[in-house]
């Protein structure tokens, strides 16, 4: 059973930096393709970021683009969300997910696995 744990999230300043981490369990993590969600209050659940299982595509929201950063580790497991020039507007709880589709998955019904979120606070 694939097993994903965000970490990362905390406080931080708007124009502040951030990298989120995502560890993958339970399965062979190359077979895998991998995605960063968001959730604010009161909103629905947004992509942010994906990553093929290969690492060689990536695709991101258009809110992100520019400032955002997917990236794995084949090592250790990892997947990670590099966030720059955070904006108020990027407070939200945020989400990896994996899927075995090989396509662009930008819903999140098409991913199987999802973390337990990790929250990024924004204070302007």
């Known amino acids: 059973q694939v097993q994903l744990v965000d970490s990362g999230g905390r406080l931080v300043q708007a124009g502040d930096s951030l990298r989120l981490s995502c560890t993958f369990s339970g399965d062979t993590f190359s077979k895998f393709a991998m995605g960063w969600f968001r959730q604010a209050p009161g909103k629905a659940r947004e992509f942010v970021a994906r990553?093929?299982?290969?690492?060689?595509?990536?695709a991101y929201a258009d809110f992100v683009k520019g400032r955002f950063t997917i990236s794995r580790d084949y090592d250790k497991n990892l997947t990670f969300l590099q966030m720059d020039n955070l904006k108020a507007e990027d407070t939200a709880v945020y989400y990896c997910a994996s899927t075995l589709g090989g396509g662009t998955y930008v819903y999140p019904h098409q991913y199987d696995y999802w973390g337990q979120g990790t929250q990024v606070t924004v204070s302007s």
């Open positions: 990553i093929t299982w290969t690492g060689e595509i990536t």
